[in-house]
């Protein structure tokens, strides 16, 4: 299979505690996003790469949030001293080229945070 | 900024049915449109998309027409499957500036029974 994987796929932490998650993106794909989605609601986008560069960071993305897109290649994306409202799915995405072309989603990280 | 409003689900069809879920936008420029769906367990996969002004986008049965002038992308099929209930996400890819993120509606949850 050479779609987006991401890991883990279901994480429950306690308040406080950092997680860190994983994205690996199609291999020929040199855009990477990072959206958040809680429930009954659709995606908000949080950040994206452009090869190894972070281009762009949404408003939603607090400083206790922090990605990484080292060599290009996958993609963490780190939330410290966590917090009940913290619990969503994160989904990863990516694409060949902007303007126009789909996006390609992971099947997320569910985080639960007690 | 951009924006997508779909319509509220949750929607309820019997086998065969015809399906008709309303999507429109506000964006500046001229942005591309995509439905996504989102099946049980699984991650958002795209099932249509239109890149300007009176394309239409298919897949699956599925149809949408990009039409600029009531700045709508609804999503039709003639008759639903069993295999169709998910929930479906309209969205909007910027243009210009903000090509790099897609901009999701709220989700609509379809259910078809037999």
């Known amino acids: 299979d050479t779609g987006v994987s991401q890991d883990p796929r279901h994480k429950i932490t306690k308040r406080g505690q950092n997680v860190t998650f994983r994205c690996d993106p199609i291999?020929?794909?040199?855009?990477l996003y990072w959206y958040r989605q809680t429930l009954g609601q659709g995606p908000e986008f949080l950040t994206y790469f452009q090869n190894e560069a972070q281009l762009e960071k949404s408003r939603l993305l607090s400083d206790r949030f922090s990605a990484e897109r080292p060599k290009g290649s996958f993609s963490t994306l780190e939330i410290q001293r966590t917090e009940q409202g913290d619990s969503a799915m994160y989904l990863c995405?990516?694409?060949?080229?902007?303007?126009?072309?789909?996006?390609?989603f992971g099947p997320g990280t569910r985080l639960t945070v007690l | 900024g951009d924006s997508v409003t779909q319509m509220e689900g949750p929607v309820t069809l019997s086998e065969e049915a015809f399906l008709t879920i309303n999507c429109t936008y506000t964006a500046t420029g001229y942005p591309s449109l995509f439905w996504y769906v989102q099946y049980p367990g699984e991650g958002l996969q795209l099932l249509l998309k239109?890149?300007?002004?009176?394309d239409k986008g298919s897949n699956k049965g599925f149809e949408a027409t990009y039409r600029k002038e009531t700045t709508s992308f609804h999503l039709e099929k003639g008759s639903v499957q069993v295999s169709d209930s998910a929930v479906y996400f309209c969205?909007?890819?910027?243009?210009?500036?903000?090509?790099?993120?897609?901009?999701f509606g709220k989700g609509t949850l379809l259910t078809v029974n037999p």
């Open positions: 995405a990516s694409s060949l080229v902007a303007g126009g072309t789909e996006q390609f």
């Open positions: 969205a909007l890819g910027g243009s210009g500036g903000s090509n790099y993120k897609l901009t």
């Open positions: 291999s020929e794909h040199n855009r």
């Open positions: 239109a890149t300007k002004a009176d």
